[in-house]
């Protein structure tokens, strides 16, 4: 068994993210790091995106950025501009290629399969394996995602559609996200925001196809990449140990009302490279507990009343967008959040807050 000053459990995005920050800034010159990770090989499996509120490490690996977005319901349409805030999509592909060829580099790093390979008695360890409640009645954000092409040129690759309503609801919250890459290619994703206990809305094949066809009246067209996944709208129940740091979803940084994880990611892997000589006695990053609290009366008022949710969203986004932008990306000061809370029903939200 090897020994090794470090190891990371779960080379996915928090793990890697860490990783590449860590040996950018030099801190394996001297020092060993072990990456564990069981998957056979690294190819495009997954899209992430978020408006740009902070520099990262990866604008080469984003795929395209776009500075309009749309919110749909059967009442409105509302078009938004993030001019300040690019709305980015990472593709998962190119982040792999990068990070994996640059720590290869790197003699000190090793990747292994099965962490009984290792010793991990006098490690510290980086965890981004999450210790999830297998109970599917929590609440999550499960969704299905096809990238098509088609012939002709359809789509405005200028603005991407966040949110569309104007699909089935089946008694729970149901939308469904467009990024245009091309004038001829597009990812289309049906998401839900629901527990996983009802196998009657993960057709998703057939929802996306009826998107395709009957909403967006495309006839011909080929699916070149599918991606699939559930985010937990739920903390997991990870403890903290003795030289132990969670990160990722595993150490709290989804957002839980949206899911969003990825820059969160990239402020915690900053964080623990600007304290890595003293580890042993640093304090936990944490997403702001005013999110946190927020999130959950939010939770509460979609899971009681998913008929009203998309009124409510599309409500949220009547204020201007770099304060939404800011709101949903953890930058939002008081005043920002005040005028967020505002567009919200009062008599809902005070009810999920005292009941």
């Avoid at 299905?144 to 569309?164: A, H, P, R, S, Y």
Wanted: glycine share 4%; proline share 3%.
């Amino acid at each position: 068994m090897k020994d090794f000053d470090y190891i990371i459990i779960g080379g996915g995005c928090a793990g890697l993210s860490l990783a590449y920050e860590l040996n950018l800034y030099k801190k394996f010159e001297n020092r060993t790091l072990a990456i564990i990770e069981p998957r056979e090989e690294y190819k495009r499996d997954k899209t992430w995106s978020f408006w740009k509120v902070i520099d990262h490490n990866f604008d080469d690996c984003v795929k395209k950025s776009w500075d309009n977005f749309t919110i749909n319901s059967k009442y409105e349409t509302q078009h938004l501009q993030c001019n300040h805030f690019p709305y980015q999509s990472i593709d998962s592909g190119l982040f792999y290629s990068k990070i994996i060829n640059e720590l290869k580099k790197n003699k000190n790093i090793g990747f292994f399969k099965d962490i009984k390979e290792i010793n991990i008695n006098n490690s510290f360890i980086f965890n981004s394996v999450p210790t999830i409640n297998k109970n599917i009645e929590n609440l999550w954000q499960h969704f299905c995602g096809v990238e098509i092409q088609t012939k002709n040129d359809i789509f405005d690759n200028k603005i991407i559609n966040l949110m569309d309503f104007n699909c089935d609801q089946r008694d729970s919250v149901h939308f469904f996200y467009t990024l245009p890459f091309e004038k001829n290619k597009a990812l289309i994703e049906t998401t839900w925001l629901s527990n996983m206990t009802d196998d009657t809305i993960m057709d998703y094949d057939e929802q996306i196809r009826e998107y395709i066809e009957q909403n967006l009246k495309i006839k011909n067209y080929d699916i070149i990449f599918k991606e699939q996944g559930a985010i937990p709208l739920f903390t997991p129940k990870n403890i903290n140990e003795k030289n132990k740091i969670n990160i990722g979803t595993a150490g709290g940084m989804t957002r839980l009302s949206t899911g969003y994880t990825f820059l969160n990611i990239q402020e915690h892997s900053k964080y623990i490279r600007e304290n890595f000589d003293n580890l042993k006695k640093l304090k936990s990053f944490k997403i702001q507990s005013k999110y946190k609290f927020l999130d959950q009366v939010f939770l509460k008022v979609l899971e009681r009343n998913p008929k009203i949710m998309p009124k409510i969203f599309c409500d949220m986004f009547k204020v201007k967008a770099n304060t939404v932008i800011k709101f949903l990306s953890n930058k939002s000061n008081f005043i920002e959040d005040i005028s967020i809370i505002l567009k919200m029903p009062k008599s809902t939200f005070i009810k999920a807050l005292f009941y």
